[in-house]
């Protein structure tokens, strides 16, 4: 990618040569006759080749650097989770029950217990010390998270909402939206045609848009709330930045703006503010980014505790771009027009994107992704580091992650793996494999994916 705007190569001139030479022709040069001495210097040469040919002389292939680890079955909707010593499976084969498993990185099964009766499973996460097991009602829309201990798989609590751990703090926020009480749709209710229905966190059926959320800090020893807020505008959790720790941003419906402490819920810094209320709030480095709607819609960057405001600027027609992070940098996308990347320090424009599914942070640089991964750029300029073409897919965000994984499925039933690491200069193709993967984990030194919709595999790599 260039750094202007779109992501059109720079231009090549090409020069043909045509079919004519410059070089007289063979025939016009007069050869003097070859020696005996050069004649046979040639027979012996052509010999010598020969020989080297016959007996290996051709250096031998590079070992793959993949190993083999082991094989384990797994449905089609089977999931599983890839932690750096643990490889944990929620499956339920034909023949058997349904259960959560885990596994050490040898193959060996360290526990297995039944699912949770709840409805269908729909995710796995880490937290220190637990596995997270999500499940969803279908007939109620309620998504209820399971908490499992790590080295037992005993169950200890569970909790009737989808939870995200916050990394190293052992909370987790949740958020619900709030409806207007006379746009709930009672049984029997017609629904207008069209409408676009909204499912509230009692699993029922809302026809007007939430304005407002409730939030709660969980904590994850124990599955209970630590607190919870009023009705407010927007609630993101934050981590440390700016020599302070991490924090729970509350945008109130004055326009205000508060950063609360994530265990007890005080107010540590706030941001008094007149205006649109905040919707969206971000954390980029040490810099807040705050973006609200309405006539004056706009965003700003703020120090990490509110005390410096670095830029604000309004921002026309916001209700059909979105503001969000592709770290380092922020991203400002337009359906009709592309991506503008923005110095989070200063909100000024770095390059445009004109043409761009969207940008995904990885460890070494931002992802150019549509329906596969393009190429991978600077995110200070746009320029292009790494060329992806022939890859289809890439797995390894977010930046901390291990090196991107790339796919590449072949005609036979093969598929091709390649590694990106931190500021490598071209994809290392790793090897192919004889299976279709359909999706993979990674971490430093071993991989897994889901092979052929029927098993899941685990390799080492070098």
């Known amino acids: 990618m260039a750094s ?4 059109d190569d720079d231009p090549v001139a090409v020069i043909d040569l045509g079919t004519d ?45 993949l190993r083999d680890g082991y094989a384990l079955p797994l449905t089609s909707d089977g999931q599983f989770l890839l932690t750096s010593d643990r490889l944990y499976v929620a499956n339920q084969p034909a023949d058997g029950e349904a259960a959560v498993t885990a596994y050490d990185l040898t193959g060996r099964p360290v526990w297995s217990v039944p699912q949770p009766a709840d409805g269908e499973h729909v995710g796995l996460s880490a937290a220190p010390g637990l ?10 829309g309620l998504v209820r998270t399971t908490a499992l201990d790590a080295a037992t798989g005993r169950p200890l609590w569970s909790f009737p909402d989808w939870l995200t751990p916050l990394s190293d703090t052992g909370a987790a926020l949740v958020t619900e939206d709030v409806f207007p009480p006379d746009s709930r749709v009672e049984p029997g209710d017609q629904v207008p045609p069209g409408a676009m229905l909204q499912v509230g966190p009692d699993g029922s059926a809302y026809l007007a848009t939430s304005r407002e959320v409730t939030a709660r800090v969980i904590d994850l020893a124990t599955g209970t709330a630590l607190w919870r807020t009023s009705q407010v505008t927007a609630a993101a959790a934050l981590p440390a930045g700016g020599g302070r720790g991490p924090v729970v941003l509350v945008g109130l419906p004055d326009g205000g703006v508060e950063l609360r402490d994530l265990r007890t819920g005080s107010v540590r810094w706030s941001l008094d503010r007149s205006g649109a209320p905040v919707r969206y709030a971000a954390q980029v480095g040490d810099v807040l980014l705050l973006v609200w709607d309405g006539p004056d819609a706009g965003a700003a960057g703020y120090s990490a505790d509110l005390g410096r405001r670095l830029w604000e600027q309004t921002t026309p ?3 059909r ?8 940098m922020i991203c400002l996308s337009d359906p009709g027009t592309g991506v503008e990347v923005r110095d989070p320090a200063t909100g000024a424009v770095a390059w445009r994107a004109a043409r761009v599914g969207h940008l995904q942070p990885s460890a070494s640089g931002l992802v150019v ?6 190429r991978v750029v600077d ?8 060329e992806l073409t022939g890859w289809r ?12 994984l790339l796919r590449r499925p072949t005609d036979t039933h093969q598929t091709w793996l390649g590694l990106l690491a931190r500021e490598a200069t071209a994809v290392r193709t790793l090897d192919v494999v004889p299976y279709v993967l359909s999706s993979c984990q990674l971490v430093p030194g071993v991989l897994a994916c889901h092979a052929d919709n029927r098993e899941l595999r685990l390799w080492r790599y070098e």
């Open 4 to 7: 202007r705007e779109g992501y």
């Open 21 to 65: 030479r410059y070089d007289p022709a063979v025939d016009a040069v007069a050869r003097p006759p070859l020696s005996a001495a050069h004649r046979l210097r040639i027979a012996v040469l052509a010999l010598v080749g020969a020989l080297v040919l016959a007996t290996g002389g051709a250096a031998p292939p590079a070992p793959s650097p």
């Open 131 to 140: 596995l997270l097991f999500m499940s969803n009602n279908p007939g109620q």
């Open 317 to 319: 027609e916001l209700d």
């Open 321 to 328: 771009r979105h503001f969000g992070v592709c770290a380092p």
């Open 369 to 374: 992704y549509d329906e596969r991964p393009r």
């Open 379 to 386: 995110p200070a300029t746009g320029r292009t580091v790494v």
């Open 393 to 404: 897919e890439a797995e390894g965000f977010p930046p901390e992650s291990a090196p991107l």
